[in-house]
């Protein structure tokens, strides 16, 4: 037997227990957490050696794990609990302890934690099925596939994942910007382009509604951001864009083109973009005011320490005229007690007057007698 042929037979080995691993935690068949599972995907990673070859066994391997992963998704209906139980074997994989590191483009990504090559074969996957063929493909196998592989992608966005905001960008241009020109003979045929696209946008609406609202400004130049025929604005989210789904998500609910099953679910995305719009505002609200009773509880703080400096210049003022008053009684007190203590001085000073008086007199009586 060829190596290559060896190499080829273990792949297979390698999928069919990566299979297993994946259908025992969907069917819970025997019951078992998704850490487990995902300890177990771990335990059939190649072991880390320094050949180049055996880093190329690596990726491999990582790409085999989301390939399996996906093809199931594919034949899982888009709103089965399945697809959430795979979503909790991704969360528990990324959530796993390592510390190995793989290159991918000449950049270097964590395994689990940064979920290297699920971009990739996920992006192949989505590529795979021919979109301009799906509206005349009926309620067929192929757009099964195609809304189970954007639900599955808005799982994961929702979750915060993997960012796959764009292909949700493009579900809802295909459905609701790429009106034909109600000249144009298409016109009368939209309703089964409708029929096809619209439940596969409003997919993406009910589970991630809000971050696509939340993500008004972000513009996708380079990967095909670009409006339909109904918008010439901004390559990417929008508020304004945002809006003309909301419009049009309404006409469809109304108009006689989608089916009545189509009417339904594109009244349930116009609600649940309402919806939406009021979480957020009132987030904005709570937040507003949260901050308005912070710069009041500032504010406050501020007069109270200002009233407390008043008083404490106050006090100190009425202690310094205290203090001064205390002072001039001090001194008043010192000058009586200093007048009383040199009062017996002044008293020789008036006797000695009196002597030179008297000397005087006698003087002028010796006149006399002379």
Known sequence: MSPRIMEHEQWLIQDEKILEICLKYVQQSPAHTATEAAQKLHALFPPKRTEEGDMELQKFFLANVWDVILHMIRQIPHEHRAQDSLIEVVEALRNLPTDIIVEIESAEAKVWQDVPFLGQVLGIEYQKIDQQTLPDAGEDAARQEWHSINAFAARLTAEGLYDYRIYGLWALRAALEDQPDPEAPEYQLQGRV?????????????????????????????????GGRLWQGEEGFDMERWRLWKRRFSEISKDKWGSE???????????????????????????????????????????????????????FESESEEN???????????????????????????????????????????????
């Open 194 to 226: 409708l029929d096809c696209h619209v439940p596969v946008a409003v997919t993406w609406i009910l589970r991630c509604g809000l971050h696509m609202y939340v993500s008004d400004g972000e513009i996708y130049l380079e990967r095909g951001g670009k």
């Open 261 to 315: 099953k189509t009417r339904q679910l594109a009244q349930a995305a116009e609600k649940e973009m309402i919806e939406v719009e009021i979480e957020v505002w009132m987030e904005l609200e709570s937040r507003s005011e949260s901050e308005s009773g912070s710069e009041w509880e500032s504010e406050s703080e501020s007069e109270l320490e200002s009233e407390s400096e008043s008083e404490s210049a106050s006090d």
């Open 324 to 370: 001064e008053s205390e002072e001039k009684e001090d001194e008043s007190e010192k000058e009586v007690e200093s007048e009383v203590e040199n009062g017996p001085e002044n008293e020789p000073k008036k006797v000695e007057d009196k002597s030179e008086d008297d000397t005087d007199d006698e003087t002028s009586k010796s006149g006399l007698q002379a």
